[in-house]
């Protein structure tokens, strides 16, 4: 039986969106994480110290929740077990051209709203 090869060109992660911008891990003004591709939801999310006993995070289950526009990732600290979720927004443009254009003919727009876009409100007031 002959499984067919993936391509070995290293320098084209498919999980990696060569066009992300400086929006990406902004919020938006519902709180969510801008996500620009996959890769940039774990790297976020194992960096994340967990708030009980500051351990890295690992990510244990992934929630698609495309017809919001989110994804969502849950993790579990290694050392006291405790959870923590995080919600990414892929509704934005960034995000949506990637997947249409790793996915060509199969990508399918599941979320009607319109793209989020990052918020750009006033900083901490003194
Ligand atoms: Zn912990």
């Known amino acids: 039986m002959a499984f067919r090869r993936r391509s070995s060109n290293r320098a084209v992660d498919p999980g990696l969106n060569p066009n992300r911008t400086a929006d990406l891990y902004q919020r938006t003004s519902e709180g969510y994480i801008i996500a620009h591709d996959i890769a940039s939801q ?3 999310a194992q960096e994340q110290a967990c708030v009980h006993c500051g ?11 495309s017809f919001q526009g989110l994804n969502e ?11 923590t979720s995080f919600i990414f ?30 918020h750009r409100g006033h900083q901490n007031r003194t």
């Open 42 to 44: 774990y790297e976020y």
């Open 73 to 83: 990732l849950v993790t579990a600290c290694p050392n006291c077990g405790k959870n």
């Open 89 to 118: 927004d892929i509704s934005n443009e960034v995000y949506q051209s990637w997947l249409a254009e790793r996915l060509g003919d199969l990508y399918v727009r599941n979320y009607d709203g319109s793209p989020r876009q990052p």
């Open 55 to 65: 351990s890295r995070l690992t990510v244990i289950a992934q929630i698609n929740r």
